[in-house]
């Protein structure tokens, strides 16, 4: 609904809402959904580890950007598959590779994996053009597919992946290029659309 909202105001030319409404939605859980296509992917609001009837298939707490309400699901990597963390679960040091957030691929991101499409202070002037600083080569985000149960898919020869990994704690979106604040938990960076208990 938020980014439905937010597509209407840039077709017409105003805002959908006076304010960031994802900002003020809470209740009483966490917005739960499986990694399947929009359209298919179940949603609850029910806690649970599985989808109903799939043991195989898990439930990932939603998570967005506080600035276009882009969901993120924070993830770990554990016996060749992606499962659901806490998003203030700490990340183990150079546990980038396994600790992280998924996040669907869409057309009107503003990262399409392009050096240029990563927030300037990530690069620095070379003599032979800009460059990725050191201390954010392990912070890239990455293309991947998956499938519902978290499993790494191969990509469709030629086609884009559905799946943009982000390694370690959330830097930016990749919607709308909101730098979130380095310092600080994750939880503080994006908010969940209910509140905590």
């Known amino acids: 609904m938020l980014l439905r909202g937010t597509e209407a105001a840039a077709t017409a030319g105003i805002g ?3 304010f960031k409404l994802h900002q003020f939605i809470s209740g009483p859980g966490k917005v739960l959904t499986t990694l399947e296509p929009k359209g298919t992917r179940h949603i609850t609001l029910t806690a649970q ?13 939603a998570h967005f950007c506080r600035e276009c309400g882009q ?23 150079g546990g980038e590779a396994t600790h992280g957030f998924l996040v669907p691929d869409d ?4 990262y399409r994996g392009l050096l240029e499409d990563l927030p300037d202070f990530w690069m620095e ?9 050191h201390d954010y080569e392990h912070c890239v985000p990455m293309p991947l597919d998956v499938d519902a149960s978290g ?18 704690r959330m830097r930016f979106c990749l919607r709308c290029g909101f730098v979130h604040e380095a ?15």
Do not use: H
């Not at 310092?183 to 208990?197: E, Q, V």
């Open 107 to 110: 057309p009107e991101f503003d």
């Open 71 to 93: 969901e993120y699901y924070p993830v770990v990597k554990k016996n060749g598959r992606w499962e659901p963390r806490e998003i203030d679960a700490p990340i183990p040091q």
């Open 183 to 197: 310092m600080g938990k994750a939880l503080g960076s994006i908010r969940r659309l209910l509140s905590c208990r």
């Open 125 to 133: 002037q070379r003599t032979t053009g800009p460059r990725l600083k």
């Open 49 to 61: 580890r599985f989808a109903p009837g799939r043991d195989n298939v898990f439930l990932y707490p």
């Open 151 to 168: 499993a790494d898919q191969p990509a469709p020869s030629g086609a884009p992946a559905g799946w943009w990994y982000i390694p370690g």
């Open 16 to 18: 959908a809402f006076a």
